[in-house]
Nanobody
Framework: QLQASGGGLVQAGGSLRLACTAS????????VGWFRQAPGKEREFVTA????????RYADSVRGRFTISRDTAKNTVYLQMNSLKPEDTAVYYC????????????????WGQGTLVTVSS
């Protein structure tokens, strides 16, 4: 079970931090990714962190503004989102699975429920 939290309403240029927590198990050996789905659009890859906690990948649209990190003690993966833009508005999902599948197939073994991020202009 994955649970995503931290969404909300923020003005353009602001920041939010999302959290994805695993209950009942650890993330290991899975990578964890964040994805988003805007109204009328398909779910898209945002970022992922390898199970080793070192390798990360970002979509071009968020690179330099978003940062993914992992706290193994808390069994939580975070998405720090800075310099938010109205086009970042979407429901954000976390997923756990194979690193390459997360990145290239938007595929996960486990999904959390979404958390809504709304960025006002």
């Amino acid at each position: 079970q994955l649970q995503a939290s931290g969404g909300g309403l923020v003005q353009a240029g602001g920041s939010l931090r999302l959290a994805c927590t695993a209950s009942g198990r650890t993330f290991s050996p899975y990578a964890v990714g964040w994805f988003r789905q805007a109204p009328g659009k398909e779910r898209e890859f945002v970022t992922a962190i390898h199970w080793n906690g070192v390798s990360t990948r970002y979509a071009d649209s968020v690179r330099g503004r978003f940062t993914i990190s992992r706290d193994t003690a808390k069994n939580t993966v975070y998405l720090q989102m800075n310099s938010l833009k109205p086009e970042d508005t979407a429901v954000y999902y976390c997923g756990a699975g194979d690193y390459a599948s997360l990145i290239y197939k938007v595929g996960a073994n486990y999904w959390g429920q979404g958390t809504l991020v709304t960025v006002s202009s």
